[in-house]
């Protein structure tokens, strides 16, 4: 009867490891299209099959079409964005990174991202701005993800992030880049398991050093342990998207983007 048990309960664990698998779905950071226009990037996206975007505010929409991906634009233009991201068949999810100084600024920002739809943004506010911001999120039931930079940035280390996260609602938690967190020194698993509960979503790249020198390859090239990132995710049933945020070969992205998600379809469960 105990073997019994005991099979039964390994079987759950692989049933809901697998459950938990079939959520994890990438999107894309635009920033990694940031020599190409909005339109561009729309089209390679859907090239690579990818239905998710994070936007960035300073993208040009198209080469005939000078106007802007930034939170401050009229409803027209909004219009003229949802048309864009319909007619490619691809989703906003989140925008940034983002960080207004000015309580107005904030307050476009988030009528922005009603408007739009979106569901997190991503930040990297000063600490006395934070009670505000909560507040914000409350309001418009809009999530607000801090994002990690190298040392010395804000939020380097996913300490100040806890610290920044104490006492806020649960609309504020964490966008964690785990090429930062590598470029700084850190353990991205054991970053990750600090924040736990806290993770909203990922900006996914691997880099080759563990210092500011460091820069983006091709997923599975690198020296983040993608077993122990994925381990520690699948522990915590996380369920955000993997964002691509592959900040090198400027010019030419789609070679060594094809063979990140080859990776992440092959090794990433």
């Known amino acids: 009867m105990k073997k019994v048990v005991s099979i039964l309960a390994v079987f759950m664990m692989i049933v809901s490891i697998n459950a938990n698998a079939k959520k994890w779905e990438l999107a894309t950071q635009a920033w990694t299209f940031n020599r190409f ?5 729309l089209a390679d996206m859907q090239k690579l099959g990818i239905k998710y975007i994070e936007l960035y505010p ?7 079409d000078d106007r802007t991906t930034h939170f401050s634009m009229p409803d027209s233009q909004i219009e003229d964005l949802k048309a864009m991201l319909k007619a490619h068949k691809i989703k906003v999810e989140s925008y940034g990174v983002i ?40 309001e ?13 940035t804000r939020y380097w280390n996913p300490d100040i992030v806890l610290k920044a996260l104490e006492g806020r609602s649960a609309y504020m938690g964490a966008c964690t880049d785990l090429g930062h967190w590598t470029r700084s020194g850190l353990d991205a698993a054991v970053c990750l398991k600090k924040l736990e509960g806290k993770v909203f979503e ?9 210092d500011k020198k460091g820069h983006a390859v091709v997923w599975g090239e690198g020296i983040i342990d993608w077993k ?6 699948h522990r915590q049933k996380y369920s955000g998207k993997w964002v691509i945020e592959h900040e ?4 030419n992205p789609m070679p060594d983007l094809k063979k990140n998600i080859s990776f992440f379809n092959t090794s990433i469960k």
């Open 37 to 41: 226009t909005l339109s561009e990037t």
């Open 58 to 64: 300073k993208q040009k929409f198209s080469a005939s």
């Open 99 to 138: 960080s207004p100084n000015k309580e107005a600024d904030w307050k476009k920002l988030f009528e922005f991202a009603k408007k739009m739809g979106i569901k997190t943004i991503v930040s990297e506010p000063k600490q006395e701005l934070l009670p505000m911001i909560d507040a914000l999120c409350v």
């Open 140 to 152: 418009y039931k809009i999530r607000v993800a801090i994002h990690n930079h190298p040392d010395p």
């Open 202 to 210: 990922i900006h996914m790249k691997d880099v080759n050093r563990t």
């Open 228 to 233: 122990a990132v994925t381990t520690e995710l």
């Open 248 to 251: 090198h070969n400027w010019e």
